[in-house]
Structure formats: C-alpha cells, structure tokens
C-alpha cells in the first residue's frame, strides 16, 4: 500500500442544496468517497455550516480508519 494523504484519498462531489416546492432551500447534501477504504458517505442538514462540520468530522474518522489500515499492513 502507497502512503497518501488524507486529501489525496477523499473524493468531494460538492455541496448540494435541495429544493422545496416554493423555490426555498430545505436542506444541503454532501456525496464523498474514500479511495483508500472504498467507503461513500452522504452527509446532509439544514444549515451548511453544520454540514461543513460534519464533513470535516467525516474526513477525520476515514484518516485515523486509514491510519489503522496502513499500520495493521505494516506489521503483516
């Protein structure tokens, strides 16, 4: 296994909003997928600032999940 970064692995689709039926915003979207662990992930909520936080959060659980990978791999 390569050693990459955590933004070499992770894959934005962009932020989304979603629409109500009188041209409103209700609520945002998030698509991300993670190379290393091919895992996908879509994140929403009504405020994109909570969005923004929930995709740094998201970002940050996958790299210590590749961290474990790539060390496990090390001592195998």
């Given amino acids: 296994m390569s050693k990459s970064t955590n933004d070499d692995l992770i894959v934005y689709r ?3 909003p979603k629409y ?3 041209g409103g915003i209700l609520s945002y979207s998030e ?3 993670y190379n ?6 879509l ?3 009504r405020e994109i600032g909570m969005l923004e936080s929930k995709i740094n959060h998201q970002a940050k ?3 210590e999940k590749w961290q474990k990978k790539l060390k496990l791999n090390r001592i195998n």
């Fill in 31 to 33: 698509e991300m997928h």
């Fill in 43 to 45: 994140l929403t909520s």
């Fill in 14 to 16: 962009g932020i989304f």
């Fill in 61 to 63: 659980v996958w790299g």
């Fill in 20 to 22: 109500g039926a009188r």
């Fill in 36 to 41: 290393g662990l091919k895992e996908d992930k």
